[in-house]
């Protein structure tokens, strides 16, 4: 299973009522040599705002999901033969120490960005396989420790092993409340289709009879053709306990069924909020604080602006401070939230990665002023994998600069006002960024 993060600690999004329409939108500034994440992140931002996001070298689909054994010259039928004879052949297989080493590792050299300044190689990397690999290894504990000492030694901070215990309290990230992950994937006619490349282990999906593989069909009766990861992951998505079928397809042959998943939502709410007067009582404004972008974070946002609005809010202050991070995706979604000019945005110096890309998205397009302290300043963003014996790997995959290209990592950003100013100032502030941007 991936996950992208972008939070300062050690530390998958879920979907809600449509927002409002927006009136305005911004071109969208996106660097990376990988094309299908150029095509993802396109989707979700939807032109919305102005954001620049530069990833790691290309990753290889074909090596994340076993089922796709297809080769460009053979048909479909044949294909689906040799997969059933490989079965045959191969059986079950053993997860060993060496193997569990040797996919942290290849994981790295896939997706690894080295953001720092230490002297890191693919030369160097490969050496260093070849010495952990060169003697056996007697126990899972001890290959836990080696896949340690191999990421220690990328001199990445955020780059780091997870136990199976660790990695099981990510599920308050899981981006569709039954514990799967869902990656568009090339089909032979040249569209995409949806197959499940990320599996919590006994979760929900799991345990229902979801395969990792599987292709997605439908989600209670609806049809999924056509329709992004994400906005599938938002049907999957649901009160707490209650049910969803998805109906999928085993492998690239097998057969077609329809599964009853109970819904589990491990994480919590993390919005507040409250209505505060301000100018002697003339102005209405929504005040929110969030506290991290989990799972829930986009999805009670939404209800509590909709019900701050319908309380007379004409503005909101949006409070990031000590908000540290989390879901890269949510708060990509998050900010489109606020495309309405004259927001106010409070930060200070526990306001980090996810929090710095809101902030200085909203900031740079001219959409909020930012009030407070000079934030942490983690550029860097995570992706978490997990390997075969229910561990994981945290991965610095990406690097996210403001849309002025201004690198925030190890600098933070600099707030417009250290205190609140009169709406009046705000007004005017962000007129005259608006009148710049147009020079």
């Known amino acids: ?163 199976p215990a660790e990695f099981s309290k990510m599920a308050r990230y899981d981006i569709t ?23 919590l282990l006994d979760g929900p999906a799991h345990t229902a009879g979801v395969r990792q593989g599987d292709e997605v069909l439908a989600v209670n009766g609806e049809d999924i053709s056509g329709k992004s990861a994400f906005e599938v992951s938002s049907l999957l998505q649901g009160p707490n306990e209650t049910f969803v079928t998805i109906k999928v397809k085993h492998g690239n042959c097998g057969p077609i069924e329809s599964i009853e998943v109970q819904r589990q939502l491990i994480a ?60 890269v995706q949510a708060g990509i979604e998050i900010s489109k939230l606020f495309l309405n000019e004259g927001n106010t945005v409070l930060v200070n110096k526990k306001t980090a990665s996810a929090s710095e890309i809101v902030a200085s998205a909203l900031h740079d397009n001219c959409k909020a002023v930012l009030v407070g302290e000079r934030t942490f300043g983690k550029g860097l963003i995570q992706s978490v994998f997990e390997l075969r014996d229910g561990s994981g790997v945290v991965v610095t995959v990406g690097k996210y600069v403001t849309p002025k290209h201004m690198d925030i990592n190890g600098n933070g950003i600099e707030p417009d006002y250290e205190n609140i100013p009169a709406w009046a100032d705000v007004t005017r502030h962000l007129s005259q960024c608006n009148m710049n941007k147009k020079r």
């Open 1 to 163: 299973m991936r996950i992208l993060l972008c939070n300062s600690s050690s530390s998958l999004l879920l979907s809600s009522p449509s927002p409002p329409t927006p009136t305005k939108k911004s071109p969208i500034l996106l660097t990376t040599n990988n094309n299908w994440v150029r095509k993802a992140l396109l989707g979700a931002f939807n032109g919305a705002l102005s954001l620049n996001i530069l990833l790691s070298s290309p990753f290889s689909l074909a090596a994340e999901s076993p089922l796709q054994l297809q080769s460009p010259s053979n048909p479909l039928t044949e294909q689906c033969l040799q997969e059933e004879k490989l079965e045959e052949i191969t059986g079950p297989q053993t997860v060993t120490n060496e193997g569990i080493v040797e996919e942290a590792w290849q994981i790295v050299n896939d997706s690894f960005l080295n953001a720092g300044r230490h002297r890191w190689t693919p030369e160097s990397w490969q050496q260093k396989r070849e010495d952990i690999l060169s003697t056996s290894i007697q126990s899972r504990s001890k290959a836990h420790d080696i896949i340690r000492r191999m990421l220690a030694s990328l001199g990445d901070p955020y780059t780091r092993f997870l136990s």
């Open 177 to 199: 409340g039954i514990g799967i992950n869902l990656r568009e994937v090339p089909d032979e006619s040249g569209g995409v289709k949806l197959k499940v490349l990320g599996l």
């Open 268 to 327: 919590r709410t993390p919005v507040f909020y409250r209505m505060e007067q301000v100018d002697k009582g003339a102005t209405s404004v929504g005040y929110i604080r969030l506290k991290e972008f989990n799972a829930l974070a986009r999805k009670d946002l939404v209800i509590a602006m909709q019900r701050l609005q319908d309380m007379g809010a004409s503005y909101f202050v949006l409070d990031l401070r000590d908000n540290l991070g989390g879901l």
